[in-house]
């Protein structure tokens, strides 16, 4: 786990592009500790991005990516939709394949990396949109979860599909006026999260991402927690300010407005026990590791 | 696989030795086997250094995929399990396949047509997974029966297309298909077509390999598009180059990589000539009439010249061995002499004879039939009718036989 495996070869340095060569010398492949506080002093692992300016989907895409705890062993599965066109700019592996089908394309890979390198973790982390995890892909997501496929799910909601210009979906709102709902959703907003933690998720989150910290604390978990015990799922509001009208700078407002206690994106969890436990060992390890390191740096003093 | 380094002659932890597949598959002994066409597949499979098999039960595939779920239990096999349905079956062996693995899988009628949406992006994500396609029914009212017409669906999917006559060509043609679809210059999906039950479910005598040898494992590094593993250099990669409707360059881009596969399937040519001595198998094309056809149609075929041989009426032979790569050329050089061309097919739409229309000069001669479908079978008897009526020669009428 190093930078070793993207050095460029002395002769090619130059002429490779500037962008890459950044991310040789500045990125966090490699730094265990890597987090959100990285962004702006490292290299990130996001070039840049063709969303709408301002849209929650582009901050919520830079906190997972600089919370990634092992990146240089990480792929990512994506799916058609707003996402789809930040892919193409990110320094790890992805796929794009089809529209909804991101969790089957994640259960053959995950299965073929743990074929192909027994004994070497080898994370894979899902990421789309509400459309393609809750509707045309509900079925893939459920039985992956099913399954107990060792992997991370993580759904950007923006209660509707935005990149096919505002249609009705699962995940939107009662009543909502939308495309292809001329006289309002008629039906409540899939309890996806419920359904995650029955269908045998074993840490789930719904939150929004106005907090930075917080969204690095959620991907660490769900990542460890899929890596060792079983399938993640992640909730994320991400709201398309652009259909619901909003201006640039108005989608962290909006975020932290729903994320109130009374609100639909008030913080939820749930850890299933087996969960809870490893992840209480995990907490366990790291405070160990905090305090030899302390105690080294005391004997060095 | 370690660079430069063979695995030619070392063991799998099976025991099975790699062994080199030309020597394998041309010159090693066989044991004459009385199997059943699904049983072959197993066997063939046993020997293909698989790293993952996804199944869903369709008849008349079922059998083959449950029997690759006992090679998984003995170990021969990395992975395996049952998906959702087919659409997600055929995204979890793309997901297998992106994660560098040696993929296979079998499907068959409306599983093929739900899987559809897959296979297009299985050509364009250059993804040499073999799929079985064992052929039936597809349209209302359901039928389970043989009956060829999904293979047309498959044609203009840009993957590799044969169509195995017998449960031998079938063990041949799956081993030999890793070698031609795993190609650096190829890298494409292959449907190795058969028509189901008549291969499937009926046993015949096949010579197969030796059970200790095996094919040396896939190495998804030769691949011509980056394996989705992190082990190469992450530069902002994803598979495939993503295209969006914003410029001339991303419609050309797209445009390009269109023509690549494309292309690719045209550089399969070579590969399989190589693998299975040419793409048609011909006898006697100097006959003024020929039975031009695939799959189990050419059995039938065989059946019919006898038949007309024994009235005095001499009829050549062409067995189409791969639909994609289309053998144009060959059947060309096949027909040069025909002043009749017949193509019995098992579908009604005659897609086989359009495309041989298509192909070569003085097309009326070709007569499309007889067709037969829903799974009818094809007595021999109908193709001798089908030819001495067009001949203007009295044929049996079949209703009558008998009374
Ligand atoms: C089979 C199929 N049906 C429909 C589409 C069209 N389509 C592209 S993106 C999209 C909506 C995406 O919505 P969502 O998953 O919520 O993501 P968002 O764009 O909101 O981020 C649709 C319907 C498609 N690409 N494929
Ligand atoms: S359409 Fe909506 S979700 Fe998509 S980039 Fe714009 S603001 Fe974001």
Not at chain 1, 161 to 184: C, I, R
Not at chain 1, 198 to 213: A, D, L, N
Not at chain 2, 38 to 60: G, H, L, N, Q
Not at chain 2, 203 to 218: G, R, S
Request: proline share 6%; aromatic share 8%.
């Amino acid at each position: 786990m190093s930078k070793e495996r993207i050095k460029i070869a002395p002769e090619f340095f130059e002429i490779m592009p500037p962008e890459y060569q950044d991310l040789v010398q500045r990125a966090t492949f490699g730094k265990e500790d890597r987090g959100w506080k990285d962004i702006g002093t490292t290299k990130e692992l996001i070039e840049e991005h063709s969303l709408c300016a301002g849209c929650p989907e582009s901050m919520a895409f830079r906190y997972i990516l600089a919370s990634l705890p092992n990146p240089e062993d990480t792929v990512m599965v994506g799916s058609t939709g707003c996402t789809s066109l930040v892919f193409p700019h990110v320094a790890v592996h992805n796929i794009h394949s089809l529209f909804g089908n991101q969790n089957a394309i994640a259960s053959g890979l995950k299965r073929a990396l743990t074929v192909r390198f027994p004994g070497r973790i080898k994370d894979v982390v899902v990421l789309a949109g509400d459309g393609a995890t809750v509707d045309i892909g509900l079925d893939m997501t459920l039985q992956a979860w099913f399954r107990q496929e060792k992997f991370t799910t993580i759904c950007f909601d923006n209660e509707l599909y935005a990149n096919t210009g505002g249609q009705e979906s699962g995940l939107m709102q009662k009543g909502f006026v939308a495309k292809m709902a001329p006289v309002g959703k008629t039906f409540e907003k899939v309890r996806l999260p419920e359904i995650a933690r029955e269908s045998g998720c074993h840490y789930v989150v719904q939150c929004t991402v106005s907090k930075p910290s917080l969204v690095e604390k959620v991907v660490r978990n769900a990542v460890f927690v899929a890596r060792e015990i079983g399938p993640t799922y992640l909730q994320l509001y991400t709201p398309c300010i652009l259909e619901i009208g909003k201006n640039s700078m108005e989608g962290l407002q909006e975020m932290r407005d729903s994320e109130k206690p009374t609100e639909r994106f008030a913080y939820r969890e749930y850890v299933s026990d087996a969960a809870k436990q490893f992840l209480a060992e995990l907490a366990a390890k790291e405070k160990e590791k905090k305090a030899a390191a302390k105690q080294l740096a005391a004997q060095e003093a | 696989m370690a660079e430069g380094k063979s695995v030619i002659g070392t063991q799998n932890k099976k025991g099975q030795t790699y062994t080199d597949p030309w020597y394998m598959l041309h010159e090693a002994p066989r044991t004459p086997s009385f199997f059943t066409g699904s049983e072959v597949i197993k066997e063939a499979i046993r020997r293909a250094s698989c790293d993952v098999m996804i199944a869903y039960p369709i008849t008349p595939q079922s059998e083959a995929a449950a029997l690759i779920g006992e090679l998984f239990a003995e170990g021969y096999v990395g992975d395996y399990f049952r998906g959702e349905s087919e659409f997600a079956v055929m995204s979890e062996c793309a997901g297998a396949a992106f994660g560098g693995a040696r993929v296979f899988t079998t499907t068959a009628g409306p599983g093929t047509m739900r899987a559809m949406e897959n296979f297009p992006m299985w050509a364009g994500a250059r993804l040499p997974i073999q799929m079985i396609v064992t052929c039936r029914g597809i349209n209302s009212p359901l039928s389970i029966q043989p009956d060829t017409l999904e293979i047309s669906y498959l044609l203009n999917t840009g993957m590799l297309v044969w169509h195995a006559e017998t449960a031998q060509d079938f063990f041949d043609w799956i081993l030999k298909g890793y070698m031609v679809a795993e190609e650096p210059d190829v890298h494409l999906p292959l449907a190795l077509c058969c028509d189901g039950f008549f291969v499937t479910h009926t046993k015949d005598v096949v010579h197969l390999t030796p059970a200790d040898m095996c094919l040396p494992p896939y190495d998804p590094y030769r691949s011509p598009v980056p394996c989705m593993d992190m082990e190469c250099p992450p530069v902002r990669m994803m598979r495939d180059p993503f295209v969006m409707k914003s410029n001339y360059i991303s419609y050309a881009t797209h445009a390009s990589w269109q023509q690549e596969v494309w292309a690719a399937v045209e550089r399969s040519r070579k590969h399989t000539i190589h693998w299975l001595n040419g793409l048609i198998d011909a006898e006697n094309t100097d006959a003024d009439i020929l039975i031009v056809t695939s799959g189990t149609a050419v059995s039938q075929g065989r059946e019919a010249i006898r038949l007309l041989e024994d009235e005095g009426v001499r009829c050549g032979l062409v067995k189409v061995k791969t639909l994609r790569p289309w053998p144009g050329d060959e059947i060309r050089e096949a027909t040069k002499h025909a002043k009749h061309i017949f193509v019995p097919e098992f579908n009604v739409t005659g897609w086989l004879a359009k495309e041989i229309r298509a192909t070569i000069p003085n097309s009326d001669r070709v007569h499309a039939g007889p067709h037969v479908c829903g799974g009818m079978t094809m007595p021999p008897e109908i193709i001798v009718s089908e030819i001495k009526t067009a001949l203007g020669m009295r044929a049996m009428s079949l209703a009558g036989r008998g009374s």
